[in-house]
């Protein structure tokens, strides 16, 4: 993080009065909390489990903890925007006054310092790798956006498995003009060349998108890219815009399982299913413009995009995971209390395990809440 002789961090905190300061990490999967070496050797801490653990806690939560069983030691969440990174664990061996103010201020600084270095290192990267990833999932990983991003009137949240041999699953989300884009890729097989057209399918919406074009442009650029450089491959894909003022949803899906939507805890059975269009990769979308679909939505709505490998998850014993199981814990965990981070993280961990930890088809989960009426805004 800083000179071979010196911590920015640690020292940051012994300026504001703390005797220690650690940077803990999440990994790909959310499952641990990993110290983020310094240039001193012999940091006394191990990973620490996300469920069960104060420093958990403050995670998930994104809520500051301070330890009542060891006094003067606080976690404190590490936060870009609304995207969690990690926790920053203080020690102050005499707190009070407004010490836990100035680390809540490290601890945002931390998070940009964090985050400004990933781009570039590879210690920071590997911190939150438990195990080696597949060729397929660093070439995804590469293109996938945060999981989390939001503003005022919107937040936008995605979890994918599995995390180090992803193959074919890909989703990207980006916040600009009042319009909030989400799509959700799905690529036949779970090679390289199924890697490989998820991210030209990326490549390909973020340009048009980014060109001006709109959702069926968007659906014709990427049909148009994988029939003409990657032409065995066929792709199925939700690509959608929301405006977030008028919370006026459109969307095209092109064989993808029909998004879904929640309202005041409920699953509005089929509000958002419509004929689907053909996979993209067929050359069939160049030859002229495809339906987009549309639809109002209201204040605290969540849009749900996932990929049949979620509903068509198997147990050992056969049994599905299937949309009920998806749409019920999702809300019964928001209901609770659970931000919708922490509730995908659940749910996929959920899904994993009804799967034994042996995933065999990736599976993605997007979910987009449109809050314009949240106290604050």
């Not at 601890?107 to 290192?121: F, N, P």
């Not at 990267?125 to 070439?139: D, F, I, K, T, Y």
């Not at 890697?195 to 014709?220: E, F, K, P, Q």
């Not at 996929?348 to 930890?357: F, R, S």
Request: proline share 7%; net charge negative; glycine share 12%.
């Amino acid at each position: 993080m800083g000179p071979p002789d010196d911590d920015p961090v640690r020292a940051a905190a012994r300026e504001l009065g703390a005797d220690g300061a650690w940077v803990f990490l999440a990994d790909v999967q959310q499952r641990h909390l990993v110290p983020l070496p310094g240039p001193e050797d012999g940091d006394p801490f191990d990973p620490v489990d996300v469920e069960g653990t104060l420093g958990g806690r403050a995670y998930r939560l994104q809520q500051t903890q301070l330890s009542s069983a060891s006094p003067g030691v606080g976690w404190f969440p590490l936060v870009d925007g609304v995207e969690r990174i990690g926790v920053l664990r203080i020690e102050d061996g005499a707190p009070g006054g407004d010490s836990t103010g100035r680390y809540e201020a490290l601890a945002a600084l931390v998070a940009l310092l964090v985050v400004s270095k990933s781009a570039y290192s590879d210690v920071v990267v590997g911190v939150g790798r438990r195990q080696p990833m597949s060729l397929q999932a660093e070439l995804l990983w590469a293109f996938l956006p945060p999981r989390t991003i939001g503003t005022r009137h919107v937040t936008s949240s995605a979890v994918l498995e599995p995390a180090y041999d992803v193959g074919g699953d890909a989703f990207d989300h980006s916040v600009a003009g009042g319009r909030l884009h989400v799509s959700v890729f799905d690529a036949m097989g779970h090679d390289l060349a199924s890697g490989g057209a998820s991210s030209v399918a990326l490549a390909a919406c973020r340009s048009t998108r980014r060109s001006g074009g709109g959702l069926a442009d968007i659906v014709r650029a990427i049909d148009d890219a994988l029939a003409r450089w990657i032409p065995d491959r066929l792709l199925t894909a939700v690509v959608a815009d929301l405006d977030t003022f008028t919370g006026e949803l459109s969307w095209v899906n092109c064989g993808h399982p029909p998004p879904l939507l929640i309202r005041d805890g409920h699953v509005l059975t089929d509000a958002l299913s419509r004929r689907p269009e053909l996979p993209l990769g067929l050359g069939f979308h160049r030859h002229g413009p495809q339906p987009v679909h549309h639809e109002r939505l209201q204040p605290g709505d969540r849009l749900l995009v996932y990929t049949d490998g979620v509903t068509e998850a198997r147990s050992t014993s056969g049994e599905l995971f299937g949309e009920l199981r998806l749409t019920d814990s999702l809300v019964q965990h928001m209901t609770g209390g659970d931000p919708a981070p922490e509730a995908l993280r659940r749910l996929i961990h959920a899904l994993v395990t009804h799967q034994d930890h042996e995933l065999r088809d990736d599976a993605t989960i997007l979910l987009a809440e449109w809050h314009p009426d949240r106290p604050g805004n």
